[in-house]
């Protein structure tokens, strides 16, 4: 039997699971907290750290002027803020991918810089860049068996909602059907020997990034989706979750509900984690990038009741959300026009011009 069989059955099951969790980042290394909480550095350079927000205790990436992907299963509501960069952005609507887990939000402003989408996707073997934000690794595992005990990984530890990055490599490719009607997935395994760090996923980190390199530099390549789990130290055991590189001799529950045990002389039965492919839904992201609100407008009108024009002002920032206008017309009243529910926040007079700050 091959020792990745029995994780890879436990997919679908780790697909129910994600209905209701999410997942973030474990190191094979260490156990720090502090560890890979800046960005990366040396060949990892600008893999992806730069273009991450928050979006409430989860991860969105921009791809677009003013939207952002993420986990669709995460939830949120429109009028929550995306904060990326130091800033609020209040989010205007989103789109969901009806074959996928991804959902595309819009909001309000544009970003200053937005990550590129993969074009080619992924393939076995690539080596992956992977962010999320959630749990420290917990307590060592082991498993005692008949002939002996032996460490198995890492419980899920306390989340502190950190971001933080690991690396990986691309195990195999799942299509729609494969996935059980969960749209396109790339499966990575938590592998002893791999290096510090070789990462795994856990409580936190559903809609992180994960990055792969190209000619052209780093590329978004994929959504954090769903992990092998639960496991138990046996049939009619207590569920757990946990981040392992040797679960032989545990039970995992197979796709016809039934808790059965990986043999325990399986060598390196690490458990998976899966995420969604970006560039093979392609097409419908570009679909849902295009229905993205239009660029803020300021509209004037010098007469009462009101008719507005449009009007071309001094200067307009759409990352700040600054407006600036002449105030060489006494009794004009401005509006503004563009993404759905936008409002003027504060107005004020500098330098002999007005300055409206909307959101």
């Not at 928050?54 to 993420?70: E, K, L, Q, Y």
């Not at 819009?106 to 810089?113: D, I, L, P, S, Y």
């Not at 938590?190 to 760090?197: N, P, R, S, V």
Request: glycine share 12%; with cysteine.
């Amino acid at each position: 039997m091959s020792s990745k069989t029995p994780m890879r059955l436990a997919m679908v099951a780790a697909f129910v699971l994600m209905a209701t969790r999410s997942f973030a980042i474990i190191l094979m290394g260490t156990s720090d907290p502090d560890a890979n909480t800046a960005a990366p550095t040396g060949a990892l350079q600008d893999s992806g750290w730069q273009w991450i927000g928050t979006f409430g205790a989860f991860c969105g990436t921009p791809i677009g002027p003013s939207s952002f992907v993420t986990a669709s299963h995460i939830g949120g509501t429109v009028g929550q803020n995306f904060r990326f960069d130091g800033q609020d952005y209040r989010t205007t609507g989103f789109t969901i991918d009806p074959a996928s887990d991804l959902r595309v939000w819009h909001v309000c402003g544009e970003f200053a810089r937005k990550a590129t989408i993969d074009e080619t996707d992924v393939a076995t073997g690539d080596g992956l860049v992977v962010f999320g934000r959630g749990t420290q690794r917990g307590a060592v595992l082991t498993v005692d068996l008949p002939g002996g005990s032996h460490a198995a990984g890492w419980r899920w530890g306390p989340s502190d909602a950190l971001l933080r990055w690991g690396t990986n490599t691309v195990y195999t490719l799942y299509d729609n059907t494969q996935s059980g009607g969960r749209g396109p997935l790339l499966a990575a395994n938590f592998d002893a020997g791999q290096g510090a760090d070789e990462c795994a996923l856990s409580l936190g980190d559903s809609g992180g990034p994960v990055f792969v390199h190209r000619a052209g530099g780093w590329r978004l390549a994929a959504i954090n989706y769903a992990v092998d789990g639960p496991f138990r130290f046996s049939a009619t055991g207590t569920d757990f979750n946990a981040a392992l590189y040797d679960g032989a001799g545990l039970y995992y529950q197979n796709d016809a509900g039934v808790w059965v045990q990986i043999p325990p002389d399986t060598l390196g039965a690490s458990a998976g984690f899966y995420c969604t492919r970006v560039a093979a839904r392609r097409a419908w992201l570009d679909t849902a990038l295009a229905s993205a609100p239009p660029r803020a407008r300021v509209e004037a009108s010098d007469a009462w009741p009101p008719s507005f024009h449009e009007i071309v002002p001094v200067s307009h920032d759409p990352v700040a959300r600054v407006i600036v206008c002449d105030a060489d017309a006494p009794g004009r009243v401005y509006r503004l026009s563009g993404a759905p529910g936008i409002r003027i926040a504060s107005v004020s007079m500098i330098g002999g011009k007005i300055r409206m700050v909307y959101e």
